[in-house]
């Protein structure tokens, strides 16, 4: 009895305490701790010592090229963010047509006076990008509900892209060729001038549709759901329409 109680004995005491069970059974990140235990207290021999390092110079020799590569892109970085000039000012900052200086024609040094002299002029302006044909005393009702805007307001409207009268119209160039992409593009519209020609409107007040009641029916439950819509409509009346002479715009050019 003593000498199988022994046998016990003596294997736990040559045993250690804290056995690990094999690595097959332990997680991922266990085995990778181990194996890398392993291999830190593993001792290589001098003749594979050699080899190993001649076999880890040419993985230097491939890191240092990468090394020089990542340094001469930071100083050539750094060599042209002090060289090269700023980015253009965004839009808010570019200069708009009153700040250029304005360049009358020939042409248009003649022929402005005489349309000048016919009138009454019309003018096709541009109001949230719809078109609108208008004259003087004309009155105009917006497709749509203009904000900030009360009756009363007086409102530049400049964006026009002719002006004429009954044998001549003065015709804005050509607009920008559009880019390639169909997000983005230089413009659709080229307008006139805006120092050529006053036209000023007054907000009249808001006009509002009748009330529209619209009936949807489900198609499973046929329930019926009754959506209702009043739009409001702002009101415009062009109160003035007048081109100005070349004598006006070359003291305005002088002023400014």
Not at 18 to 45: D, Q
Not at 201 to 218: F, N, Q, Y
Not at 228 to 243: A, D, E, G, M, N
């Amino acid at each position: 009895m003593a000498a199988v109680l022994a046998t016990p004995l003596k294997r736990a005491v040559l045993e250690p305490s804290s056995k690990l069970p094999p690595t097959f059974l332990l997680p991922w990140i266990a085995r990778l701790s181990l194996s890398t235990v392993a291999t830190s207290t593993e001792t290589v021999p001098p003749s594979k010592r050699m080899v190993v390092s001649r076999r880890s110079s040419p993985q230097k020799a491939q890191k240092t090229p990468f090394q020089s590569r990542s340094i001469s892109l930071a100083s050539s970085e750094t060599h042209d963010d002090a060289t090269t000039p700023l980015l253009p000012p965004s839009s808010s900052q570019t200069p708009t047509s009153a700040s250029s200086p304005l360049h009358l024609s020939p042409q248009l040094r003649e022929l402005l006076p005489v349309l000048r002299a016919q009138s009454p002029h019309y003018v096709t302006v541009h109001v949230h990008g719809n078109p609108y044909l208008v004259t003087e005393g004309d009155t105009v009702r917006l497709p749509f509900l203009m904000h900030d805007v009360e009756p009363g307001d007086v409102l530049r409207l400049n964006r026009a892209i002719n002006l004429g009268s009954r044998e001549f119209t003065l015709k804005a160039p050509a607009a920008a060729p559009k880019l390639k992409s169909p997000t983005t593009s230089t413009g659709k519209f080229s307008y006139i001038d805006d120092r050529l020609f006053v036209c000023r409107a007054v907000v009249i007040g808001v006009e509002s549709e009748p009330l529209r009641i619209k009936e949807k029916t489900k198609r499973r439950n046929r329930h019926v759901r009754k959506v209702k819509s009043k739009h409001r409509y702002t009101i415009l009346k062009i109160k003035q329409l007048r081109i100005k002479s070349v004598e006006e715009l070359e003291n305005e050019d002088t002023e400014s």
